[in-house]
Each structure stands twice: as C-alpha cells, then as structure tokens.
C-alpha cells in the first residue's frame, strides 16, 4: 500500500506521506459522526440542533418531553424571539378533538378541506423510501392530518394506508405528463379525482433551490418510479426550473382554473419561496384582473429542506420563510385578498413556538418535512443525496429501507404531530388568546440589540386593507414595486 502510494498521482498527501497519509482520509469520513456525537453542544448542531431533535425523538416516543434546569438559550443574543404571555393565561383543551382546523376553499371551490394546524410537507418517493412514506401517510391516516406527495407523484405507498394527500404538482409534472414533458389533462384528472386526494399544489420553487431544476438520474429510474411520473425507465428525467404550462401571472390564474374545474372542484393552491416581489404582485394583480384566485398559498423559506440542492442556492438564493410569510400576507392584505385564501408556512417547522410565530405573523397553518422524517427515525446524518441513509429514510437500498418499521414508526409521527400542535394550544393559552387567528405580530418579541427590543408589528407594521388598490394610498415600503407591477394598465 506504501509503495502504490509513492507511485499514484491522484493524492498529494498519500504520495508525500505514503500509508500514514490515509489516515486523514479515514477521520474526514467520520467527522461528521465525532462532531455530532463527541463535540457539537446541544446548540449548536446545524440545520437543526439536538435540543430540537431530541424533543421531536420524545414527542414521537410518547416520552416525557420536559426539560431540566431551565433554558440552554442565549436570551440576550440578537435575534433571540419570545412569545408574550398574559396574566390572564386560559386554560387550554386536552383532547385532541378540540384541536381547531382550517377551512380551505374559497369562493370558487366545490369541496372544501378541513385541514389540520399542522401537516406533512411535501417530499417525494424516491427521495424517501417506501417505507418512510407508507409510515408518513399512515401516521397522518392515524393523526388526522394531510400528507404532501412532493413533486414525484402519487405512489401506492401513498394510497395504501389511505391518509389525506395534497398532491403537489411540479415543473416536470410527474403523474400528470405526456412524452413530451408537458402537462397531461387527462391524467391529471384521473389523480385528481382520487378520494385521498383533498388539495392540489402547484409547485413554483422551494426554499432551498429557487429557480433551480432538477434531473432524476437513469440509475434510479426504476420500473416503479418510472410507472408512478408517466415517465420511461432507465433514462434521466428532466424538471425544468419553471412552467411550461404558463408563462405569464394571468395565463397562471387560467391554469390554476383549469386545475378546479378537472378536479371538480377541489382546493387548488401553489408553493413559492419568495424572489423577485414585483413577481408576486403581479400575481396579486393577476387574481384582481382575472378575478380567479387560488385557495391557499404555501410560502417556503430560504431555510427550508432538501434531498439534494447545490450548496449556493441552498445558502443563497430565496428569501428566508419569516420575511416571505409577512411580505405574502401583507400584500394579500394590500390587494384586498387575504379573506378568500389560506396561507401555510413551511421552512424549519418543529415546536409549538415555530407554529405560533408563523400563524402571528400571518400563517394560517403549517407544513414540517424534516421533524417528520425525525419521527420516523433519521439522524440528521445528512447521507439524504447519497442513497446511504443509515435510517432507512432517504434511500432507496432496499437493506437499509428495510431497517424502518412502519408499524412501528407510523404512531410516532401521530405522537410528534399530536404533542406539537397541542404545545402550540398550550402557548395560546398562556398568551391569554382562545383561537389561533387572534394571534398576531404584537405576540412575538425580538432581540434586536442588547439593549433594544421590538415586537414583529414595529419591525413590520400592518398593512391597511385594500391598500395596494388606490395609488394614492399605497405604503411606502411597497412604492418601487408597485409602479412595476401596473399590469392593470
């Protein structure tokens, strides 16, 4: 091995220092595990530290989700959040079916969803694992939440335990596509009109790769796969990074039309992490124009997950889910549209606290990817684009899928679903508040500085609405993106 080493021209360190060399290649490929079992503090784990991944562990166990001591959190770092609470703290219900739900559909939709305050995010078969979906869908079944497909569509993993779908649609238009990679009417229809299936996205970005496409390689096109998108196995598949279905704000609305009508009536909505804002004022134009409207917006975050993004759109491209939540909510507000459509958060949801802050800050309910694969057992070993989840999570080695039993992880997703949302009501209560709508931006205080404090409705003030309506009376915070939206004109 010394004397290959002297002679190879691939590795600089091996040739200059033949056998011992390979030892910096042994503790490189274990870093990752000494960090986050020897070195990295409960705080410190990045994307989601292990105080957080251990309480998701607890709630999914049905063990004792307490913690000792008091709080291991910098309350005087900036940036720090708090929720307020009153001395007039409420008591709080104990059942689950007292838990409050959400009314999807607006003025045009024929069948109405209740939806719970708290639902899977969409990830799709192929980046999971069967068995990870079949535990998701029949936790959600058991729960009495919804299930996003993700982009790759709709399995019979995702039929088969029977819980609610939101079936997401994406650029490559997966389930519903002909040979040519354009949408598919007649598919479509035949998806849509499933029982399981309760709500349609279409999927404009997400969060950790706005703007970007994405290519399912020929090695993991597989028969089923291939089956599920209307595709042909073996070769590599193509998600462009946008729509060929639409091209413009008013040929969108024309579609999300097309969409009710096929469904018969179904909830129609779309995902987006926010870009360019004049982009989506032009939607909100669109809507007033046309006078179609979706029933739900999803707003993803910069923050959000991924199977596999390249590293500079995940850290750098696509505004983080706080900003879009308010920026979606106010200019709904502004536009005089807020009140025919549902807006869900989705970008780091897992605690209570998490769901209090986006509903305050206009969230109706949200969306989890990430504490739900905690649920079901991944480690954050952050193996998801490699095929190598040692979880049996985000693989599709079907030796290590097999490791995940769904009987027994489907109840842990109910469990960490149940105990999150009712941490949310608990915090309700202890603000004094009786439903979810009466909290707002006044509710969540932030560390600005360490001597300055604000509350999010300072930071962000409300926008009045109809504002965006009249020229006349349009925020200033709004006035360079609005005279580049006049799409009215």
């Not at 196995?233 to 008013?250: D, L, Y």
């Not at 900003?323 to 979606?328: D, T």
């Not at 006044?442 to 009045?464: A, L, N, Q």
């Amino acid at each position: 091995m010394g004397a290959f080493d002297i002679v190879q021209t691939r590795h600089t360190i091996r040739r200059n220092f033949p056998l011992i060399g390979r030892f910096r290649y042994l503790l490189e490929s274990v870093r990752p595990e000494i960090m986050q079992y020897f070195v990295e503090t409960d705080t410190e784990g990045k994307p989601i530290n292990r105080i957080l991944r251990s309480l998701v562990y607890r709630r999914a166990k049905g063990a004792n989700d307490t913690e000792p001591f008091g709080t291991q959190m910098d309350l005087y770092q900036i940036g720090y959040e708090w929720m307020e609470h009153s001395m007039y703290a409420r008591s709080n219900p104990k059942e689950i079916h007292k838990i409050p739900r959400i009314k999807v559909g607006g003025k045009d939709c024929l069948q109405p969803y209740s939806s719970s305050l708290l639902n899977i995010s969409a990830m799709s078969f192929g980046s999971l694992s069967k068995n990870a979906v079949l535990a998701l869908n029949k936790g959600a079944k058991m729960g009495g939440f919804a299930h996003n497909t993700g982009e790759g569509g709709i399995s019979e993993h995702h039929l088969k335990p029977g819980g609610d779908l939101i079936w997401q649609i994406g650029t490559g238009y997966f389930g519903c596509r002909r040979e040519d990679g354009t949408f598919n009417e007649k598919t479509f229809r035949e998806n849509a009109l499933r029982p399981q299936v309760k709500m349609i996205e279409i999927k404009l970005s997400q969060g950790a790769k706005p703007g970007h496409g994405g290519i399912l390689p020929a090695i993991k096109n597989t028969p089923e796969i291939a089956k599920i998108r209307h595709v042909k196995p073996g070769i590599s598949v193509h998600s462009p990074p946008s729509h060929s279905a639409f091209g413009n704000p008013i040929q969108f609305k024309h579609f999300i039309r097309t969409l009710r009508d096929l469904s018969d009536g179904k909830p129609i909505g779309f995902k987006l992490c926010i870009g360019r804002r004049q982009e989506f004022m032009d939607f909100c134009e669109a809507m007033v124009y046309s006078g179609i409207t979706p029933d739900f917006i999803t707003v993803d975050g910069g923050e959000g997950g991924t199977g596999a993004a390249p590293v500079e759109f995940s850290n750098t491209m696509g505004m983080p889910m706080r900003e879009s939540l308010i920026f979606v909510h106010d200019t709904l507000v502004g536009f005089g549209l807020r009140n025919d459509i549902k807006i869900f958060a989705s970008g780091k949801i897992i605690t209570g606290f998490d769901i209090a802050r986006a509903i305050a800050l206009g969230a109706d309910g949200c969306n989890s990817a990430r504490a739900m694969m905690l649920s079901v057992g991944c480690i954050q070993a952050l193996q998801c684009n490699n095929n190598t989840c040692p979880a049996g999570v985000a693989t599709q080695n079907k030796t290590l899928m097999n490791g995940l039993v769904v009987a027994d992880k489907a109840p842990r997703v109910k469990n960490y679903h149940n105990a999150t949302v009712k941490s949310f009501l608990e915090l309700l209560a202890a603000a004094g508040l009786e439903s979810p709508g009466e909290l707002g931006r006044e509710h969540i205080s932030k560390r600005m500085g360490m001597f300055e404090v604000k509350t999010y409705d300072e930071i962000f003030p409300y926008t009045e609405e109809g504002s965006l309506l009249d020229i006349l009376s349009v925020p200033s915070s709004y006035a360079k993106y609005f005279q580049q939206t006049r799409i009215m004109k």
